[in-house]
């Protein structure tokens, strides 16, 4: 169902002004820790154990104020979405803040998370593939938008409790039959809120033949 029509500013000069998190974060799974890391024996943290199934995960806003009214305006309020003002921001971070993680050498293949088919009718769009193809044109990487396709029986994610998440999504991602995952997989996703449907998306791809997986989402649930 839609929202009532929002008056949040989606403008690009709005988006360029959202505070990006600058806090500390897990190194394997992305969490938001705060000021300080508290490292695991295996790693990562309390969080990402046991060890998921990609090699690191970034979120470059927190879901809350001006970012989570205006990622639920561009999804629910049929609002102009701003696809190309959110691939800016992520670009920049790939090339400054994360530029460590990404070497010139690393061209991934970026695989929007498919929208459930529902949603996708009453929307007419998903907006991971719509900020995936702004991003990829930006950094110069192969966009991959058919590597992965979600069960039309798969329960959404939105609403749903914690401890169903990981449930919910268990099979609900495959790769479509004869067609092999590219080595090198960016998994773009709007919202990271427990690492179930980027762990799912992850071992879909494993299975299909990706080899070295990454997730990036616009923005991150702090549990």
């Not at 000069?13 to 490292?39: D, K, L, Q, V």
């Not at 998903?126 to 979600?150: D, I, K, Y």
Request: glycine share 8%; aromatic share 8%; with cysteine.
């Amino acid at each position: 169902m839609f929202l009532p029509r929002s008056p949040v500013d989606l403008s690009s000069a709005a988006i360029r002004s959202w505070p990006a998190y600058n806090g500390g974060e897990c190194p394997r799974c992305g969490a938001f820790t705060g000021i300080a890391f508290h490292r695991t024996s295996s790693g990562g943290c309390p969080s990402c154990a046991p060890p998921p199934p990609f090699s690191f995960a970034r979120s470059l806003f927190v879901y809350e104020g001006r970012v989570r009214e205006g990622i639920r305006a561009a999804k629910y309020a049929r609002k102009a979405v701003p696809d190309d003002a959110l691939a800016e921001r992520l670009h920049g971070a790939v090339r400054n803040t994360w530029s460590d993680l990404f070497p010139d050498d690393f061209r991934p293949a970026v695989v929007p998370v498919p929208i459930h088919p529902v949603k996708y009718f009453l929307r007419g769009f998903n907006l991971p593939a719509l900020v995936g193809r702004a991003l990829a044109r930006r950094a110069g990487w192969p966009f991959a938008p058919l590597a992965l396709r979600r069960c039309p029986g798969a329960p959404p994610q939105a609403g749903s409790r914690l401890t169903d998440r990981r449930e919910n999504v268990r099979d609900a991602f495959h790769a479509p039959a004869g067609l092999r995952a590219p080595s090198e997989v960016l998994i773009l996703d709007d919202v990271y809120t427990s690492g179930a449907t980027a762990a799912a998306c992850a071992d879909a791809l494993k299975t299909a033949g990706a080899r070295h997986i990454v997730v990036l989402t616009v923005a991150r649930t702090v549990l």
